[in-house]
């Protein structure tokens, strides 16, 4: 997932990717961090893109990007992770986690995870992360984007049918019922307002996720 996005967005225009991010697979771990000094090691993602590997969590990821790398991104892209991240999953989602570590540095952060199915296509998550830069470059440029919620991009991997648009949703963290679930791109349900509903009638949902984690 991280190769397949790094490909394409240093495929655009103007564009110079930095790959930091965990050493070992880190889902589940939300926001946790690491105390005190991180091991790092020079790596490549599956392509052979070169990249910075860290024995922490995706938080850490981002710590070292900033503070150790010194690096002063216009965005910040975690992902592309494998499954889902929606509803109350995004309390427990690292990718989601890393994306708000990197707006309390000040820096707008869109998380992007692609959805469960026989085979993950991280080629369509990372062609409408890629329509995203484009369409908010100028504002990234200017540092326009806010940093008071980061988004939350999910994009079904469609066994039958293609995905069906892209929708602006809510998130209700309070529930993770379906949450889990292969989306159906044969649907031909509409007007879903919840990230949950919209992506399994099969959407690709984009939502706005608070940068501290809700409440227990």
């Known amino acids: 997932g991280i190769d397949v996005l790094v490909t394409t967005l240093a495929a655009l225009d103007g564009v110079e990717v930095t790959v930091v991010a965990p050493a070992q697979q880190q889902s589940g771990t939300g926001g946790q961090s690491t105390e005190g000094p991180l091991d790092t090691t020079s790596a490549a993602t599956a392509g052979g893109h070169e990249a910075t590997a860290v024995t922490g969590f995706p938080t850490d990821a981002v710590r070292v990007a900033f503070d150790d790398l010194g690096l002063e991104p216009h965005v910040v892209v975690a992902g592309i992770n494998e499954g889902q991240n929606l509803g109350g999953i995004v309390e427990v989602s690292g990718t989601v986690g890393a994306a708000r570590a990197a707006a309390r540095q000040g820096v707008p952060a869109l998380a992007i995870s692609q959805g469960v199915a026989d085979a993950f296509d991280y080629e369509v998550a990372a062609e409408l992360a890629a329509d995203w830069v484009e369409e908010h470059r100028e504002a990234l440029l200017a540092g326009e984007l806010p940093v008071d919620t980061v ?21 209700d963290a309070t529930t993770t019922e379906g949450a889990v679930e292969p989306a159906d791109c044969t649907s031909a349900g509409d007007g879903f307002t919840d990230d949950i509903t919209a992506f399994l009638n099969g959407f690709a949902t984009l939502a706005e996720v608070t940068v501290e984690p809700a409440a227990a």
């Open 151 to 171: 988004l939350n991009l999910n994009v079904p991997s469609c066994d039958t049918g293609e995905v069906r648009g892209v929708v602006e949703v809510t998130t």
